[in-house]
């Protein structure tokens, strides 16, 4: 089949791959030109974000502690403010999608640049987009100046990730290169990224399940999450990614099962409409349907597969449909109002497709 017209765009990113790979930090640091970095971190990990600044050094200016889910714009005027008073010229975020999110909170108003170390499979370190809270409503948007510099993955990082947590990360992971995978603005790099990512992590979900400290599964599942926040941050994503922000912004449910439980089911949504993808995504899986095997995946690995059994009431999901429904946006199946309202009470009741 002939490769057809398309439109790429690279950004300048330093990935430093490997286990042990922390040790470059300094070396990375140097190499933003920074002299005095900001550790950021949530609460809970504020142990690792002091490990960072101890074998930083006098190139520490502190540790900011208060990351949390959403990025308050509380929290980030507070941090901005700190970074600035302590003379900050970078910020070091080591953590998962609440700790990059702060991190890109400061650079789109300082311009500092970031370092990311996640300890997660969220990809948000991949991607230009973020997201602050307001007055009880998110605003997202996509600006380059808040993408990571440099981003250190180091698998060691990730082995006390809990297993139940670890899993439910890495399907949020596969659903940014599933979507990709049937995006508009989709490009052949990006599908490569996108099957070898779902491949990578399917692999690993379950040999964490097995054995939380297998470091070879630590390290592909967190290669498979580099690229599929790769494929997140350079294509659009569908219906899939429109349910869950509206099912957890609206009904405040948590970010990465809401992805697991409802990916099996968009893709089943829009099976027919996008064949190659699908295909694709199975094939990565070892799977013959691409909505059977993510929902196996998930359930076979002990994570949620229905919306009732973290927090969501049957009576709000005509109201989760209503919201689907608004600002129409690019889907490969057109959105249809009864066949959305089946596709929640599916993924209500946990039914596999």
């Not at 991190?103 to 991949?126: N, Q, R, V």
């Not at 869950?244 to 609206?250: A, K, N, R, V």
Request: net charge negative; aromatic share 4%; glycine share 10%.
């Amino acid at each position: 089949m002939p490769v057809q017209s398309f439109v790429y765009n690279s950004v300048p990113q330093r990935v430093v791959f490997g286990a042990g790979s922390l040790q470059h930090l300094a070396r990375e640091i140097d190499a933003l030109g920074a002299r005095r970095a900001l550790v950021l971190s949530t609460p809970e990990q504020r142990p690792q974000a002091e490990r960072i600044a101890d074998m930083l050094g006098a190139h520490a200016a502190g540790v900011f502690d208060r990351a949390v889910m959403h990025v308050p714009i509380e929290t980030a005027r507070e941090a901005r403010e700190v970074a600035q008073r302590l003379g900050a010229d970078c910020a070091v975020a080591i953590g998962g999608g609440s700790t990059t999110g702060l991190g890109k909170a400061i650079a789109l108003d300082s311009g500092l640049p970031i370092l990311a170390i996640p300890t997660t499979y969220a990809g948000s370190e991949m991607t230009p987009i973020y997201g602050i809270t307001e007055a009880g409503m998110k605003k997202t948007g996509k600006d380059f100046k808040v993408l990571p510099r440099t981003v250190i993955y180091d698998p060691e990082l990730s082995l006390t990730l809990p297993v139940g947590m670890s899993v439910t990360s890495g399907i949020n992971a596969i659903a940014h290169a599933a979507e990709g995978l049937y995006a508009t603005d989709a490009n052949p790099i990006m599908d490569l990224m996108a099957q070898e990512g779902i491949a990578a992590l399917g692999r690993a979900l379950p040999a964490i399940r097995a054995s939380a400290q297998d470091a070879g599964a630590r390290s592909d599942a967190l290669y498979g999450a580099w690229l599929c926040g790769t494929v997140l941050g350079n294509v659009g994503m569908a219906l899939h990614h429109k349910l869950c922000h509206t099912l957890g912004g609206s009904f405040n449910l948590p970010h990465a099962e809401t992805h697991t439980i409802v990916l099996p089911h968009a893709l089943a949504y829009n099976a027919a409409a996008a064949p190659e993808a699908m295909a694709r995504i199975a094939k990565a899986l070892g799977g013959s349907n691409a909505a059977q095997a993510v929902f196996d995946l998930a359930r076979d690995n002990g994570a949620p597969v229905a919306l009732r059994d973290i927090g969501m009431k049957e009576s709000d999901l005509d109201v989760a449909c209503a919201h689907a429904l608004t600002n129409q946006y690019p889907n490969p199946r057109p959105l249809e109002r009864d066949a959305i309202r089946a596709l929640l009470q599916n993924a209500w009741e946990g039914v596999r497709p």
